[in-house]
């Protein structure tokens, strides 16, 4: 395996998609090759920082009460039931 | 609203929905507003257009949903609706111009810095967390949907295709090269932290 080809799997080798055979020739060439070392580290760790961006926040209260009033006065247009 | 209905499928809510049921919608907007929020404001980067887009989303699904014929589809039905708007607001407002173009970002430099043994409170520091919120904003539109309903949303590969209306390999392409880039990004700003590894190959 060359060094492209690891890179390329990733993804895959992350979400353990593989099969066993693609596994083992990552992990081989992982360990004689420091570069991908290396690479499959950091991108393993880009993904895990990733998840821990933090959510931008909850919707305030205040919209929520103001969004729930809209649908309402939607659903009474569309079907005239009240709410 | 009852334990019944909180325990219901989302393919019962929009069933009830579809009859009109405005308990359902009060349900479905409990339970999807925070998520459709976060989608917007992550597309968008703009607290007021993500409150904009989630009023309309939940205005579209009143409005909409009746041409769901798959009702356990909602969510994703949902996701798609959300990036549609988000979608709409950028081209609106042309802020697409401020990407980085791929082309731009050298793939091969910092690749022998591991910055994987930097301790956590680099890894995790506000500073760290806003260089990658601004990196993944970088991205092209393309990449950026599908890394953040990806490695920030959390959603399936299949998921993501059905929202986007792309195929799963598509999805596999953007996500890894995406990745690839937000990796750079991040070995570059974590470079003044650390040493090429000088691992020998």
């Known amino acids: 395996m060359n060094c492209k080809l690891c890179s390329a799997l990733f993804q895959e080798f992350l979400e353990d998609s593989l099969s066993e055979e693609l596994i083992v020739e990552v992990q081989d060439h992982i360990r004689t090759c420091s570069k991908c070392r290396v690479s499959l580290r950091t991108y393993t760790l880009t993904v895990t920082l990733s998840r821990k961006v933090d959510p931008p926040c909850c919707v305030s209260p205040e919209t929520l009460d103001r969004l729930k009033k809209i649908i309402r006065e939607r659903l009474l247009k569309t079907n005239g039931v009240p709410v | ?12 809510l929009v069933r009830d929905l579809k009859r009109g049921d405005p308990a359902a919608m009060e349900e479905i907007v409990k339970r999807y507003s925070n998520k459709v929020y976060n989608l917007a404001y992550h597309l968008t980067r ?78 995790l520091s506000e500073e760290s967390k806003e260089v990658l919120r601004e990196s993944i904003d ?8 599908v890394v953040v309903l990806k490695d920030v949303e959390g959603l399936k590969n299949e998921e993501i295709a059905e929202t986007l209306g792309i195929s799963v390999p598509a999805v596999k392409s953007r996500l890894h090269r995406g990745r690839l880039i937000l990796r750079q990004l991040l070995s570059e700003y974590f470079s003044k932290y650390t040493e090429p590894s000088g691992e020998e190959k």
Request: glycine fraction near 4%; aromatic fraction near 12%.
């Open chain 2, 138 to 145: 970088s991205l092209p539109e393309a990449m950026r949907t």
């Open chain 2, 1 to 12: 609203m009852g334990k019944k209905i909180n325990k219901q499928a989302d393919a019962d």
């Open chain 2, 46 to 123: 703009d607290a007021h257009a993500a409150e904009e887009i989630m009023q309309d989303v939940f205005l579209t699904v009143i409005a909409k949903i009746g041409t769901l014929t798959t009702e356990a589809y909602f969510s994703t039905w949902l996701y798609r609706v959300t990036t549609n708007a988000a979608y709409g607001y950028l081209r609106k407002e042309k802020k697409f111009s401020e990407q980085t173009p791929v082309e731009d970002i050298d793939q091969e430099q910092y690749l022998d810095y591991d910055w994987s043994t930097l301790p956590d409170d680099v890894l």
